[in-house]
């Protein structure tokens, strides 16, 4: 499964931690648990989930899952 974007995209520097929860009180942008919820079922069914971002470009999300 393929998801993309062309907004605004994750900078190198935050990418390796999308997949962490940060829900350290943000505000405005939500918790910060969504991409941590969506890794977890993913590794559940012993899939992969992979980030590919280009600020400004597009950003996007692979997850494969087995058949079985």
Request: overall charge negative; proline content about 6%; hydrophobic content about 30%.
């Amino acid at each position: 499964m393929t998801i993309k974007d062309q907004g605004k995209g994750i900078p190198p520097e935050h990418q390796a931690q999308v997949f962490e929860r940060v829900d350290r009180g943000r505000t405005g942008e939500g918790l910060g648990i969504g991409l941590s919820i969506v890794k977890d079922i993913v590794d559940a069914h012993q899939g992969s989930i992979r980030l590919e971002s280009s600020p400004d470009v597009e950003t996007v999300f692979r997850i494969r899952l087995p058949r079985d």
